[in-house]
């Protein structure tokens, strides 16, 4: 089983579990992920991640929007502490590169944030490099993968 404690910006902890009998994850694939030592994947292809459980809810909920921020079951993540990570193995079912715009969340705020309500996305056969100006006005993200599971 997949899960762990979250405590998000607003200081609310959620529990992500994930049913290990199912046969279908959810997973985000952070395009920094991709840029900095990441591999290039195809829908149909078999694919075997770390991945952690334990991730901010309210940035994919900004970032994503909040029916598919609330999808994402996993996070592909390969820079962390390997013990704390599980492993998933599967089949790439759809891959779907996500956009959104940036910005203060309050004015004269230096740091900026996703902003609600401006998630586009486009579905792709593969994900590798992002196609930058299919929306030029907002920043690529990476990538929403369903995955179908492996047995086992």
């Excluded at 079912?93 to 486009?122: E, N, Q, Y």
């Excluded at 100006?133 to 993968?145: A, E, K, M, S």
Aim: glycine share 14%.
């Amino acid at each position: 089983m997949v899960g762990g404690a979250d405590i998000g910006m607003s200081g609310q902890v959620r529990r992500r579990t994930w049913n290990a009998g199912a046969v279908k994850a959810v997973v985000w694939y952070a395009s920094w992920q991709m840029e900095c030592c990441g591999d290039p994947f195809a829908v149909g292809e078999e694919v075997a991640w770390t991945v952690e459980g334990d991730f901010n809810d309210e940035w994919f909920s900004a970032a994503l929007g909040p029916n598919m921020g609330a999808s994402i079951t996993h996070a592909e993540e390969h820079h962390s502490d390997e013990e704390r990570l599980d492993k998933i193995e599967g089949r790439v079912l759809t891959i779907t590169g996500a956009w959104c715009a940036f910005g203060p969340a309050k004015p004269g705020d230096r740091v900026h944030v996703p902003l609600g309500g401006s998630a586009r996305f486009v579905e792709v056969r593969q994900a590798g490099a992002a196609d930058r100006g299919t929306f030029p006005d907002l920043r690529f993200n990476g990538w929403v993968v369903e995955l179908e599971l492996a047995a086992g």
